[in-house]
């Protein structure tokens, strides 16, 4: 080995060790959350050992989490940007209607009636447009995100009503493949042990679109120039104005964005319910909005990750199930997700605050050196 090579041996940081590169992978600020995870998990297995069987994990938990999980991905660029899209449940009713429509009756006349794939495309389509408006309210008619889609939340509500024939649900009962989407399963023949008793069923296909959805997004967020750039809008938008960032193309297409994955929950809400009902989408999106900001990210904008999202909407499907096994009320379920919601935000003020006196007392310290 020459001289050079051993300096540049001994001089070189080593490669991190597992642990390490897994708290990266997570992120330091979502130890917090994992670790709630396990603890909520433990505390729901002391008291119900039924959740940690194979019918509960696969059946009820892993599908009751696909759809809010969807809704608080597109949401979390969203935020991330600084804004927020309230509307995305009522987006979610209208997508399932105009798919269930498409996949019933057909278009121009009962042509392509069944067709899966123009099922699915007409439900992401038609969220991608609603998405789009709210992105050009937004944007072009220079309205706060919070009203705009305070509205368009109850419009697109009325929009689902008025697509549905005579306001009634359309059922998809018949359509084989296309409610696959909603309760198939894959992989069913591996080699997986019983979990207190009960077999392995497999992996439902809804989960793995969820799978894909995120991991689409955590590419996006955090190795693309559009991340990079929401990123920035959402620390500072003058300044991202400022550094050539089309502030406008990149809000209208992250609205976008964010209704397409709306499309795409309420085309599976329709698979999944055999039928696409004017009030699928109701009230998903305080459960999805309650994800992302315990997920960390910030109301200003400017903060949070896709993982952080991703588990804090599994620990919300964990608390929901978790209460549903143990037979709590309904009504204390909204009322402990309402609480959740608040000390999400709560938390995430006081890490600001927290965050903000640091670099003040960094400041000053160094003004101090600075002088002496």
């Given at each position: 080995?020459s001289?050079?090579?051993?300096?540049a041996?001994?001089t070189?940081?080593?490669?991190?060790?597992?642990l390490?590169?897994?708290?990266n992978?997570?992120?330091?600020?979502?130890?917090?959350?994992?670790?709630?995870?396990?603890?909520?998990?433990v505390?729901?297995?002391?008291?119900?050992?039924?959740?940690?069987?194979?019918q509960?994990?696969?059946?009820?938990?892993?599908?009751?989490?696909?759809?809010v999980?969807l809704?608080a991905l597109?949401?979390?660029?969203?935020?991330?940007?600084?804004?927020?899209d309230?509307?995305?449940?009522?987006?979610?009713s209208?997508?399932s209607v105009?798919?269930?429509?498409?996949v019933?009756?057909?278009?121009?006349?009962?042509?392509?009636?069944g067709?899966?794939?123009?099922?699915?495309l007409?439900?992401?389509l038609t969220g991608?447009?609603l998405?789009?408006?709210?992105?050009?309210?937004?944007?072009?008619?220079?309205?706060?995100?919070?009203?705009?889609?305070?509205?368009?939340?109850?419009?697109?509500?009325?929009?689902?009503?008025?697509?549905?024939?005579?306001?009634h649900?359309?059922?998809?009962?018949?359509?084989?493949d296309?409610?696959?989407?909603?309760?198939?399963?894959?992989l069913?023949?591996?080699p997986?042990?019983?979990?207190h008793?009960e077999?392995?069923?497999?992996?439902?296909?809804?989960?793995?679109?969820?799978?894909?959805?995120a991991?689409?997004?955590?590419v996006?967020?955090?190795?693309?120039?559009?991340?990079?750039?929401?990123?920035?809008?959402?620390?500072?938008?003058?300044?991202?104005?400022?550094a050539?960032?089309?502030?406008?193309?990149?809000?209208l297409t992250?609205?976008?964005?964010?209704?397409?994955?709306?499309?795409?929950?309420?085309?599976?809400?329709?698979?999944?319910?055999?039928?696409?009902?004017p009030?699928?989408?109701?009230?998903?999106?305080?459960?999805?909005?309650?994800?992302v900001f315990?997920?960390?990210?910030?109301?200003?904008?400017?903060?949070?990750?896709?993982?952080?999202?991703?588990?804090?909407?599994?620990?919300?499907?964990?608390?929901?199930?978790?209460?549903?096994?143990?037979g709590?009320n309904?009504?204390?379920?909204k009322?402990?997700?309402?609480?959740?919601?608040?000390?999400a935000?709560?938390?995430?003020q006081?890490r600001?605050?927290r965050a903000e006196?640091?670099?003040?007392?960094?400041?000053?310290?160094?003004?101090?050196?600075?002088k002496?």
């Amino acid at each position: 080995m020459s001289e050079v090579q051993a300096k540049a041996a001994v001089t070189s940081p080593g490669r991190p060790g597992l642990l390490r590169r897994l708290i990266n992978g997570i992120g330091v600020n979502n130890l917090s959350l994992l670790i709630a995870l396990v603890i909520l998990v433990v505390l729901i297995y002391i008291e119900q050992p039924l959740f940690l069987t194979w019918q509960n994990l696969l059946n009820s938990l892993a599908q009751s989490i696909v759809i809010v999980g969807l809704l608080a991905l597109g949401e979390t660029v969203v935020i991330i940007a600084g804004g927020l899209d309230i509307s995305v449940g009522s987006v979610a009713s209208v997508s399932s209607v105009t798919s269930a429509m498409v996949v019933a009756g057909g278009i121009f006349g009962g042509y392509l009636a069944g067709s899966m794939q123009l099922g699915v495309l007409a439900g992401v389509l038609t969220g991608a447009v609603l998405g789009m408006i709210n992105g050009i309210v937004i944007t072009f008619l220079r309205v706060n995100p919070i009203i705009a889609t305070l509205g368009t939340l109850a419009a697109y509500a009325g929009l689902a009503f008025l697509v549905a024939p005579g306001g009634h649900p359309i059922g998809v009962l018949t359509q084989q493949d296309f409610i696959w989407l909603g309760s198939g399963r894959i992989l069913q023949s591996l080699p997986v042990p019983n979990l207190h008793g009960e077999h392995w069923t497999g992996i439902p296909v809804i989960f793995i679109v969820l799978v894909i959805v995120a991991t689409f997004f955590h590419v996006l967020m955090r190795y693309t120039s559009f991340g990079r750039a929401i990123y920035a809008i959402g620390g500072n938008e003058t300044a991202a104005r400022l550094a050539g960032i089309n502030v406008r193309r990149i809000k209208l297409t992250m609205y976008t964005l964010s209704g397409a994955t709306a499309g795409l929950a309420g085309v599976l809400l329709t698979a999944r319910t055999t039928s696409g009902n004017p009030i699928n989408g109701v009230g998903f999106e305080l459960q999805a909005i309650t994800a992302v900001f315990l997920g960390g990210a910030a109301t200003t904008g400017g903060s949070g990750t896709i993982m952080g999202t991703v588990l804090a909407f599994v620990l919300v499907g964990v608390l929901n199930n978790g209460m549903n096994l143990i037979g709590i009320n309904t009504f204390y379920q909204k009322v402990a997700l309402g609480a959740l919601l608040i000390g999400a935000v709560a938390l995430n003020q006081w890490r600001q605050a927290r965050a903000e006196r640091a670099r003040t007392r960094l400041a000053a310290s160094a003004e101090m050196s600075a002088k002496a």
